[in-house]
Structures are given as C-alpha cells and as structure tokens.
C-alpha cells in the first residue's frame, strides 16, 4: 500500500485536494519564475499529445477532465487518495512548485501528464493522472513504487515548465527524449532522497515498470527515449540523491543535464 511508503510525521494527514487548494508557501522557488507560454505539456509515454490537446484550456477556476470536461478530483479510494496526497506535499516541497494535481479519463491509453496552465488558485501548473493508470498499478504488489515515480517524473516537468530546462532540454531536439529522461532523473532522484529503506523487490519492480514505459520510435518527434535509456536515467537519479542527499532540487536539475550531456 502507498502508505507504507509515506514518512508521516512530516504532514498533516489532510486530503489530497485540501493540501493542493491552501495558500501557496512564498518561498523562492522554480514557480516563481513563471512558466513558458509556448510549452503545450508532457505525458508519462509517447502517444498522448491527444491528452494534452483536449486538456489545455488556459486558465480556469478548475481542472477539466478531458474527455467529459467534468473534474474528476479523487480516485474513488479516500484512503489512498489521502496516502497519495500526503507523497504529493512531500514532492511539492522537494521540488519547490506546487501544481494542482487531479485524475483524468485515460480509457483505452493509459498516460499521465504536466501542463503549464494553472486550472487551480494558487498552483502552478497542473498535473493529471489517468484513472486506468491508477488502476492498472493498483493492481499490482509494487505498483505503489510506480505510481510515486509517476507523480514525481510529472512534477519534474512542472519544474521544467516553471525555468529554463523545458527550453534547454529542447532547443535544436527533433524529438522529446531530452525533456522526458530528465524528468525521469529528476524522478528517481525523488525517490532515493526520501528517507525510506526500500525492499530489493520494491526496486526492481520499478525499475522493470519503467523499462516497460520506453519506446523505439527513434525519429518519432514524440520519442520518450528507449526503455534501456528511461530506466538509466531513473536510476542516475536515485544513486546521486543516495550518494549525495543534501542536494536540493536546483543542483539536482544540473546533474540531470550533466548526465544528459547538454
């Protein structure tokens, strides 16, 4: 269960909207910096620019759900929804942005995705986590380890939209593999700076769900990067947050480019 995997003393035990729809914590953070309009957003795997063009719909006092333009603002579980919000808070603060955060209707093809536009006061970005993703993992003994490095690859791309990194990673790129890697190192980063002793098999098993998650459609200008590649870099990560654990997350974004050679 996703709890197990949660330090708890550092957060109240709110629900996962009520944390995401209190004030913004003024710090100097990534957010600040204001995101880059030209960024349309990012999904977890190639295949959902369709996710991402139904959902961009500038501005708004609430997160759309794709399909049905109805939010969907919990996964039907309370007690995970209020595990899982509590892994969200801890990501925020790590990260230093704050997007607002809800599920979507992934029927069919299951994705997660990061967009630039705010649909929640006082956030910034937002991130959508598909329901038959959620479910899919659910399902499965570790699918916890997965679904945190979800959540944490697609608060990367918040950090990304919110500096320079998203332009950085994509400037003279023909595909997306740059942007998605570095979300993917940022990813596993998170998770090997949390103060948590993971199991071998809880490892392993998200190192394979991320190999699972590559592709080979090389010259696809929507190529995330092969599995051999996405699961290097989750990896990089996580032994440079392991070796090095006072690094916060701006230093953390050089090393990715560094380990990216950009």
């Given at each position: 269960m996703l709890n197990k995997l949660i330090k708890r003393r550092s957060f109240t035990q709110a629900g996962l909207f009520t944390f995401l729809l209190q004030p913004v914590i003024t710090y100097h953070s990534f957010a600040a910096q204001g995101a880059n309009n030209k960024v349309s957003g990012c999904c977890l795997m190639s295949g959902g620019d369709k996710y991402i063009s139904r959902s961009r719909l500038g501005p708004s006092s609430q997160i759309t759900n794709p399909k049905s333009n109805q939010a969907i603002e919990n996964s039907g579980d309370p007690h995970f929804d209020e595990s899982l919000g509590?892994?969200?808070?801890?990501?925020?603060?790590?990260?230093?942005?704050?997007?607002?955060?809800?599920?979507?209707?992934?029927t069919g093809s299951p994705n997660a995705l990061a967009l630039p536009d705010s649909h929640l006061a006082n956030s910034h970005g937002t991130v959508l986590f598909g329901k038959q993703?959620?479910?899919?993992?659910?399902?499965?003994?570790?699918?916890?380890?997965?679904?945190?490095?979800?959540?944490?690859?697609?608060?990367?791309?918040?950090?990304?939209?919110?500096?320079?990194?998203?332009?950085?990673?994509?400037?003279?790129?023909?595909?997306?593999?740059?942007?998605?890697?570095?979300?993917?190192?940022?990813?596993?980063?998170?998770?090997?700076?949390?103060?948590?002793?993971?199991?071998?098999?809880?490892?392993?098993?998200?190192?394979?769900?991320?190999?699972?998650?590559?592709?080979?459609?090389?010259?696809?200008?929507?190529?995330?990067?092969?599995?051999?590649?996405?699961?290097?870099?989750?990896?990089?990560?996580?032994?440079?947050?392991?070796?090095?654990?006072?690094?916060?997350i701006k230093v953390a974004c050089e090393n990715g480019m560094k380990y990216l050679k950009i």
């Open positions: 509590i892994v969200l808070a801890d990501i925020s603060r790590l990260f230093e942005v704050r997007p607002g955060f809800a599920y979507f209707d992934d993703m959620l479910a899919m993992n659910k399902q499965h003994p570790y699918g916890d380890m997965f679904i945190m490095g979800i959540c944490a690859h697609e608060f990367a791309h918040i950090v990304q939209f919110f500096s320079g990194y998203h332009d950085r990673l994509s400037n003279n790129q023909s595909t997306k593999k740059f942007v998605e890697l570095h979300a993917d190192f940022l990813s596993g980063y998170y998770i090997g700076k949390r103060n948590i002793s993971y199991s071998n098999a809880e490892l392993y098993s998200l190192g394979e769900s991320w190999e699972s998650i590559g592709d080979s459609s090389y010259t696809d200008p929507d190529h995330h990067g092969t599995a051999e590649e996405r699961l290097e870099a989750i990896e990089q990560g996580y032994r440079l947050a392991k070796k090095q654990p006072s690094l916060n």
